[in-house]
């Protein structure tokens, strides 16, 4: 009943255009300026064009006046190659991911179940983390003033003489000192979800659903990116900030990667978070505390990378025959006026210190950042799959949450299972699934042809 209301209601939509379109000398598409919203904009051109035939692309990463005017003075039709790599994403995922769903689904008896290139090897990582939380290591931890250290030992005898001969008062002496110059750089779709994972505690999907708020109402540039540019509009809001509340010293404007479509995650005004409060009352638009919790992490890092560099000491100290180092302290303020650095308040000398010794995992459970960091760096998926990939595995009965971290379910370890035992998995694991995301990039870039991709994955898929 659902899905006849879904087709219905889509329907009435896409009629509605049909109707509108035919009344007008000319067409604006402007969805979401990536794969997926350029494959959409390229189905309503086909739906709209019996209706008329002047229909053009608009493209903006921010919902703002100056975006809109730059965007409707440079109009565009769709782009052929990333809706070409669209449809390498879509039939390669149909042709491989239906495949073992259906599978999955007969074998199992559950029409919910779903296996897919991306989240198959994300499934992967947490079940084998999963698997080494049982292996457990002794640890000793000392806790000295702010900073508490740890030692590792295999043997539970070993860690035990070594906790006996930790004196109650431990001297700890400097080994050198240095300076170091350090300066931030905005967010990215991945970093965003990292950071408001460890600091605000927020899920990938949570994060994301918030971002996607604060873009619609204009108030932040397109959430889905994997680049740091900071445009020429962007520097210019910054340095207004940073000149009217810091001082023109502290301005250094930077652009991190040279020109391209996609900008980082930056704010579109000069409006901080108090700021933003007033504006939201004043013009009754209704967002949560956590809107601006995440918007207010999104502005400081933006204008923080478009400050000078912080001067930091870093000491390093020899603590029980290990060596730690530590920042102790700023020796000239730059972006850590607005987004601090952590200072460990430790000096040479004697400490009381405390004490302990705790069996525990060799390995952590996986957090969001860190599974999202795996992505990031492995190549597995993109800005606009991060957080769905886990949300699919979370609704799937897969994996677990508890407090932050992620634990593979019985249902995850006998769907992996199942999944390596089927031919198609050498289509669904890390390798593969990264070699075809450069494919899906080449063909973006005009440097692959998207059939003849398709071809040689259906010969592998169902000749060979």
Same mark, same amino acid.
């Given at each position: 009943?659902r899905n006849i209301?879904l087709f219905?209601?889509?329907?009435?939509?896409?009629k509605?255009?049909?109707?509108?379109?035919?009344?007008?000398?000319?067409?604006?598409?402007?969805?979401?300026?990536?794969?997926?919203g350029e494959k959409?904009?390229?189905?309503l051109?086909?739906n709209?064009?019996p209706?008329?035939?002047?229909?053009?692309?608009a493209?903006?990463?921010?919902?703002?006046?100056?975006?809109?005017?730059?965007?409707?003075?440079?109009?565009?039709?769709?782009?052929?190659?990333?809706?070409?790599?669209?449809?390498?994403?879509?039939?390669?995922?149909?042709?491989?991911?239906?495949?073992l769903?259906?599978?999955?689904?007969?074998y199992?008896?559950?029409?919910h179940?779903?296996a897919?290139?991306v989240q198959?090897?994300?499934l992967?990582w947490?079940?084998?983390?999963?698997?080494?939380?049982?292996e457990k290591t002794?640890?000793?931890m000392?806790?000295?003033?702010?900073?508490?250290?740890?030692?590792?030992?295999?043997?539970?005898?070993?860690?035990e003489?070594?906790?006996e001969?930790?004196?109650?008062?431990?001297?700890?002496k400097?080994?050198?000192?240095k300076?170091?110059?350090?300066?931030?750089?905005?967010?990215?779709?991945?970093?965003?979800?990292?950071?408001?994972s460890s600091?605000?505690h927020?899920?990938p999907?949570?994060?994301m659903?918030?971002?996607?708020?604060l873009?619609?109402?204009?108030?932040i540039?397109?959430?889905?990116?994997d680049?740091?540019?900071i445009?020429?509009?962007?520097k210019?809001?910054?340095?207004?900030?940073?000149?009217?509340?810091?001082?023109?010293?502290?301005?250094?404007?930077?652009?991190?990667?040279?020109?391209?479509?996609h900008e980082?995650?930056?704010?579109t005004?000069t409006m901080d978070?108090e700021?933003?409060?007033?504006f939201?009352?004043?013009?009754?638009?209704?967002l949560s505390?956590?809107?601006?919790?995440?918007y207010?992490?999104?502005f400081?890092?933006?204008?923080?990378?478009?400050?000078?560099?912080?001067?930091?000491k870093?000491?390093?100290f020899?603590?029980?025959d290990?060596?730690?180092e530590i920042?102790?302290?700023?020796?000239?303020? #730059?972006f850590?006026?607005? +987004?601090?650095v952590? !200072?460990y308040e @430790?000096?040479e000398? &004697? $400490?009381n210190?405390q /004490?302990?010794?705790?069996?525990?995992?060799?390995f952590?459970?996986?957090?969001y950042?860190?599974?999202?960091?795996?992505?990031?760096?492995?190549?597995? #998926?993109?800005?606009?799959? +991060?957080?769905?990939? !886990?949300?699919? @595995?979370l609704?799937? &009965? $897969?994996?677990?949450? /508890?407090?932050g971290?992620?634990?593979?379910?019985?249902?995850?370890?006998?769907?992996?299972?199942l999944?390596k035992?089927?031919?198609?998995y050498?289509?669904?694991?890390?390798?593969?699934?990264?070699d075809?995301e450069n494919?899906?990039?080449?063909?973006?870039?005009g440097?692959?042809?998207?059939?003849?991709?398709?071809?040689?994955?259906y010969?592998?898929?169902?000749?060979?």
């Open positions: 009943m209301y219905l209601r889509f329907y009435n939509i896409l509605a255009l049909n109707l509108t379109s035919f009344e007008v000398n000319e067409v604006i598409i402007a969805t979401d300026p990536d794969r997926e959409i904009a390229f189905d051109i086909l709209n064009k209706y008329n035939l002047n229909i053009k692309r493209e903006f990463h921010e919902i703002t006046k100056y975006a809109f005017v730059e965007a409707m003075n440079n109009l565009r039709y769709y782009d052929k190659n990333l809706v070409a790599a669209q449809f390498v994403r879509r039939i390669t995922d149909r042709w491989i991911g239906f495949n769903s259906l599978y999955l689904q007969d199992l008896h559950n029409v179940l779903s897919g290139r198959t090897p994300v992967n947490i079940c084998e983390r999963t698997q080494k939380l049982k002794n640890v000793v000392v806790k000295l003033s702010d900073l508490t250290v740890e030692w590792e030992f295999e043997e539970e005898k070993k860690a003489e070594f906790f001969n930790i004196p109650d008062e431990l001297e700890i400097l080994i050198k000192s300076k170091e110059s350090l300066f931030e750089k905005p967010f990215n779709t991945s970093t965003l979800l990292k950071e408001a600091k605000l927020f899920s999907q949570y994060t659903k918030l971002a996607q708020d873009f619609e109402n204009g108030f540039t397109y959430h889905r990116t680049s740091f540019r445009s020429n509009m962007g210019s809001i910054a340095k207004e900030y940073i000149k009217e509340n810091f001082g023109e010293n502290f301005v250094k404007l930077r652009c991190f990667e040279s020109a391209g479509a980082a995650i930056r704010a005004t978070m700021e933003i409060k007033s939201l009352v004043f013009k009754n638009i209704n505390y956590n809107h601006l919790k995440l207010d992490l999104i400081r890092k933006f204008i923080a990378s478009q400050m000078k560099e912080a001067i930091l870093k000491d390093t020899n603590i029980l290990k060596e730690i920042i102790t302290g700023i020796l000239e303020d #730059g850590n006026l607005v +987004y601090p952590k !200072i @430790l000096k000398g &004697k $400490y210190i /004490k302990s010794i705790v069996k525990k995992s060799k952590s459970p996986y957090t950042a860190e599974i999202i960091d795996e992505m990031k760096n492995k190549g597995i #998926g993109r800005p606009s799959t +991060y957080a769905v990939t !886990i949300e699919k @595995l609704k799937r &009965k $897969y994996i677990t949450e /508890k407090k971290f992620l634990f593979a379910a019985k249902l995850g370890f006998k769907v992996l299972d999944i035992k089927h031919p198609l050498k289509f669904v694991n890390e390798n593969y699934t990264k075809l494919i899906m990039d080449l063909v973006e870039n440097k692959k042809d998207y059939k003849d991709e398709l071809i040689k994955l010969n592998e898929l169902f000749v060979s």
